[in-house]
C-alpha cells in the first residue's frame, strides 16, 4: 500500500523557516517524482516543487524560487521541503503527491492531475 505522510508544519512568523517532510512507502522509491502542493481556503491546490527521486532534477514555482528548496534522501524514501523567507500568502495546507516518473519522461510532472498518490497534507501558517 502506497502511503505518504507529511510532516513538519506549522505556525511561524514572517521572514521565518520551516521544513517539511514527506516519508514514502509502498512503492520503488527511486522510480517516482515527488512532488508539494499546497492550497489556501477559496483557492484552487497550486504545485510548489517537485524532484525526480532519480535523477534529483527539480522544479520550483516562480512564487517560491530562491526562497524554498527541495531535496530528497532516498537512503530514507523522505523528500523535504525547506521554506525560508517565508510570507504570509504561503499559508496553505501543504501536500506531497507521488507519481511513477522515469528520466525518459521528459518535463517533470508540475500538476496536480499528474499526480497518483497523495498524503494528508499538514498545515503551514506565518503570521505577519
Known amino acids: 500500500e502506497v502511503q505518504l505522510v507529511e510532516s513538519g508544519g506549522g505556525l511561524v512568523q514572517a521572514g521565518g523557516s520551516l521544513r517539511l517532510s514527506c516519508a514514502a512507502s509502498?512503492?520503488?522509491?527511486?522510480?517516482?517524482?515527488i512532488g508539494w502542493f499546497r492550497q489556501a481556503p477559496g483557492k484552487e491546490r497550486e504545485g510548489v516543487s517537485c524532484?525526480?527521486?532519480?535523477?534529483?532534477?527539480?522544479y520550483y514555482a516562480d512564487s517560491v524560487k530562491g526562497r524554498f528548496t527541495i531535496s530528497s534522501d532516498n537512503a530514507k524514501n523522505t523528500v523535504y521541503l525547506l521554506m525560508s523567507s517565508l510570507h504570509p500568502e504561503d499559508t496553505a495546507l501543504y501536500y506531497c503527491?507521488?507519481?511513477?516518473?522515469?528520466?525518459?519522461?521528459?518535463?517533470?510532472?508540475?500538476?496536480?492531475?499528474?499526480?497518483?498518490?497523495w498524503g494528508q497534507g499538514t498545515q503551514v501558517t506565518v503570521s505577519s
Open positions: 524532484i525526480s527521486s532519480s535523477d534529483g532534477s527539480t
Open positions: 509502498g512503492f520503488t522509491f527511486d522510480d517516482y517524482a
Open positions: 503527491a507521488a507519481v511513477a516518473y522515469y528520466m525518459d519522461y521528459g518535463a517533470l510532472p508540475t500538476m496536480a492531475y499528474e499526480y497518483d498518490y
